[in-house]
C-alpha cells in the first residue's frame, strides 16, 4: 500500500559545494509525492511524522524535479500542496516557505489570476500551466489535495 501512494525523486543540490564523492550523498534531498489526498495541515504534519516537510522551491534544481514528479501524475488537477504559507493576521502579508525564507519568482512564478481569495487563503499550491512549467496559487489550508514531502538525506517512514 506504501509504494502505490508514494513516488520518490532524490534531487542532488548542486549549488553546495561538494568537495568529494562521500559529499555527494551527504547533499541529496529525497522527493515524496503522496496521496491520498490531505489538508495542508494534515499534510504538513505526514511530512513530519517522516521527518521531512512540505517541499519548499528554493532552487531551479528543485523545481524541475518538482516539474518532473508531478507531470505525470493523476489527480493534481486541482494542484499539489508545497510549503508555502502566510500568516493569517492582516491581508497582502508576503508569502514564505515553511522554513522563513520568501518565494523567489524567478524559481517559481505566481499564478496571473493570483489571489483566489487573499482574504481567506492561505497556503500554497502548485499546479501545472498549459505549457507544463509549475506555478504557485494560493489556496484554503481546508481543501484536500495531494502534496510532496522534502527530506535531507533521508525519509524514515512510520
Known sequence: EFVKNHSF??????EKKISSFSDLFCHR???LFTKPNKTWIEALQHCH???????QITNTTVRDEVTSLVKNKSGVERGVW?????SIFGTDLEWKWTSGSTVE?????MNSSFYVDRFNNH???IFLNQSEEIQWLDASCHDGLPYICQGERSLYFV
Open 29 to 31: 534531498t529525497l522527493l
Open 49 to 55: 511524522k517522516l521527518n521531512s516537510s512540505l517541499v
Open 82 to 86: 508545497v510549503g508555502l504559507e502566510r
Open 123 to 125: 497556503c500554497g499550491k
Open 9 to 14: 525523486i532524490i534531487v542532488i543540490n548542486l
Open 105 to 109: 519568482g524567478n524559481v517559481l512564478p
